[in-house]
């Protein structure tokens, strides 16, 4: 697996896993299945594993930690704070208080039963939160030695600049696909990049739609998150599906699954983006490593762009975006 650097001096591969489905918004669960699948994709060189204290909530930093405690030192571990969930998985909001910070990390650390953690996002910003506050806070976990690198998830670029000036940031995680170009026009791509910031693209399959398995809500389990998703609701997915058939058309045409499209034209971006694909299942993951092997001509990368331009997907990626891009 090709390694890439994030931020300038924190190396990872170039595919990550994202693991909170084996956990949460997406049905059901199989311990067992996901730490075989956690274990394969080590296995395979895909060596950055990305949690969160609320996938669970609590429980997905359990597994995860319960995967790797006997080969931690071939992981490239990320959780993150800041979406402040109950036991019972019910909401408390989202929390950036300095307090907060010290206590989700210790207790991050508690649940993957880990020394330190190598990539500490800050989940969501807290409006109510100077962003200062906030990261001196995750600064101070830095020179306590329970976290190594820093990064930020939907930052909005002033946002992004404020918290970089106090302590530099690692990796920005939002949401970049072939269906979610929002980046490239709001300059949040242009900002991380002008900084020298590495690009974490979670759900680069559109939440599994880009893959060509979702055609409508019918057939996803009823705890999936996704029958309430804008994107998916009728008078929106049917202009999406006319998106998708236009590059399942030229997946089939490169020879190349839906999946391994959107993956390997996340990777064509530039050796600064490292999308995490997340699956439950062993064959979806040896699907996803082979898109790494996919290479596109430049005359094939500006076809794409002319079949999934910026703005082409209908509707917002959340039923409430006031989250997003703080």
């Not at 204290?53 to 609590?58: E, I, L, Q």
Request: net charge negative; proline share 5%.
């Amino acid at each position: 697996m090709e390694q890439r650097t994030l931020g300038g001096n924190l190396t990872v591969s170039a595919l990550g896993l994202g693991c909170m489905g084996m956990s949460d918004f997406y049905g059901g669960r199989d311990e067992q299945r996901a730490i075989d699948t956690i274990h394969r994709a080590i296995d395979l060189g895909v060596t950055f594993l990305d949690t969160a204290d609320m996938y669970g909530p609590f429980t997905n930093e359990q597994l995860v930690g319960k995967a790797i405690h006997d080969r931690r030192d071939r992981v490239v571990l990320a959780t993150k704070f800041g979406n402040e969930r109950r036991p019972d998985g019910s909401w408390v909001g989202i929390n950036g208080r300095p307090e907060y910070v010290r206590a989700a990390c210790d207790a991050s650390l508690q649940r993957l039963g880990v020394d330190v953690i190598d990539l500490y996002y800050q989940h969501r910003v807290d409006r109510t939160v100077p962003i200062e506050e906030t990261w001196g806070a995750m600064r101070e976990l830095v020179d306590a030695g329970k976290v190594r690198h820093l990064g930020i998830s939907e930052a909005a670029p002033a946002t992004i600049r404020r918290a970089h000036a106090v302590h530099p940031i690692t990796a920005l995680q939002t949401e970049w696909s072939l269906w979610t170009r929002d980046v490239e026009a709001n300059d949040v791509l242009a900002t991380v990049r002008e900084l020298g910031i590495g690009f974490v693209a979670y759900s680069p399959m559109g939440r599994g739609f880009l893959s060509g398995a979702i055609r409508s809500v019918e057939g996803l389990e009823p705890g999936d998150y996704r029958r309430n998703s804008p994107r998916f609701k009728d008078g929106n997915i049917e202009q999406n599906l006319e998106l998708l058939d236009r590059l399942e058309a030229f997946a089939s045409r490169k020879g190349i699954t839906p999946a391994q499209l959107a993956l390997a034209w996340l990777l064509a971006q530039g050796h600064d983006v490292v999308p995490i694909p997340g699956t439950k299942r062993i064959e979806r993951l040896e699907e996803n490593v082979a898109a790494a092997s996919v290479t596109f001509t430049p005359e094939e990368l500006a076809e794409l762009d002319g079949l999934a331009p910026v703005g082409a997907t209908a509707g917002d990626r959340y039923p409430d975006m006031s989250t997003v891009n703080a």
